[in-house]
């Protein structure tokens, strides 16, 4: 199976998201070249490697102008994002979020994330949804889209999942936890798809079983993924696994399953929900095959989207074709890398050291 055929698609499909965007503080094991500052976030990354590959992703958060924000608009200006929506009122303190990438004395690649300043070891801001009135605000100028995606509960989020169903997208649901339970069933109801890592089973399973969702996907790390798809009656057929596409010199997992996403949605969602329903079997497991050929290719790579700073476009095709052929994939990475920062200023508005970026 080759990539050219699923990277090319008529128009540029719309995607509309809201949830996690953040600042990334990547910390790598060589401090030489650390820390360097990223947009990410699941929604964020999601919607910037969907824009990588030829969408028009509008974010809905409420960066506020803050030093963080600053960071995090011109990455997403860099790759092409539509930021219309990302400074929506009231505004907010940005989500600041430190990756430490770490390496055992035997070599395996280990990162754990922080929500405290590196420097100080004050907190640094979490995540804070879009109130709902803005988000009418959103609908009434971007009244239809091929998929709207969320990875937060809230009211806004679900006005938003609610109107644009009712438009033909086709709704991604990707929880990070179950939060409020009514809300959460809410949001299971409204979304074609519901993709979740296999350590939140015991969390949602008494919740899932609702009409809405049309494909199930369970991530299962290093053992691949597992899907079902379900009839709009709400019969569930079996699950079929799908084992993970094997890569050696892994730098980094973060970002790993934003990648798989994007391949999913990129494949089966640009003709919104239409494009699901009438997906063949063998649709499905292209599409999943095509986002974790892009989650493998990007463990090469320190940060949850290293691999998009550091090889240009056509190697990454490439690079992903060999790897869908079962090749592995050489790196092929740019003489230009980006400028790397080796003193870390303080960006949380609760920080106590005065050090500038």
Not at 287 to 301: D, E, H, P
Not at 310 to 326: M, N, P, T, V, Y
Not at 334 to 343: I, N, S
Request: aromatic fraction near 8%; hydrophobic fraction near 35%.
């Amino acid at each position: 199976m080759g990539a050219d055929d699923l990277f090319q698609f008529n128009g540029n499909p719309v995607i509309v998201g809201t949830g996690l965007i953040s600042l990334d503080i990547v910390l790598g094991p060589d401090e030489i070249s650390s820390p360097r500052l990223f947009a990410g976030g699941t929604c964020g990354n999601l919607l910037i490697i969907l824009s990588y590959l030829g969408w028009k992703s509008f974010p809905v958060s409420r960066m506020n102008g803050d030093k963080a924000s600053k960071h995090v608009v011109a990455d997403l200006k860099r790759w092409g994002v539509q930021t219309d929506w990302a400074k929506t009122k009231p505004g907010g303190d940005t989500p600041i979020i430190v990756q430490r990438i770490q390496r055992s004395a035997t070599g395996e690649i280990s990162h754990r994330f922080s929500w405290k300043c590196p420097n100080c070891g004050a907190w640094l801001p979490g995540y804070r949804a879009v109130p709902a009135a803005a988000t009418h605000t959103v609908t009434e100028v971007i009244k239809s889209a091929n998929v709207f995606f969320f990875d937060r509960v809230s009211r806004g989020a679900l006005d938003l999942a609610s109107t644009y169903r009712e438009a033909g997208a086709l709704v991604v649901f990707e929880p990070s936890g179950v939060g409020e339970p009514r809300l959460f069933r809410a949001a299971i109801a409204s979304a074609h798809i519901v993709k979740y890592a296999e350590d939140r089973i015991h969390e949602i399973d008494d919740l899932r079983k609702l009409k809405g969702p049309l494909l199930e996907i369970q991530t299962r790390g290093s053992d691949g993924l597992r899907y079902r798809r379900i009839t709009d009656d709400g019969v569930e057929r079996k699950w079929t696994d799908i084992a993970a596409i094997p890569t050696n010199a892994v730098r980094d997992t973060s970002g790993a399953g934003d990648w798989c996403s994007a391949g999913i949605i990129h494949h089966l969602g640009a003709k919104g929900v239409e494009g699901l329903r009438s997906a063949t079997n063998e649709d499905i497991r292209r599409a999943i095959r095509l986002g974790q050929a892009m989650a493998a290719w990007n463990c090469k790579f320190e940060g949850a989207r290293g691999g998009m700073y550091e090889c240009e476009k056509k190697a990454f095709r490439s690079e992903i074709r060999a790897l869908l052929d079962g090749r592995e994939s050489s790196i092929h990475r740019e003489l230009r890398r980006d400028r790397k920062t080796r003193a870390f200023g303080c960006l949380g508005p609760s920080c106590r050291c005065k050090r500038e970026t």
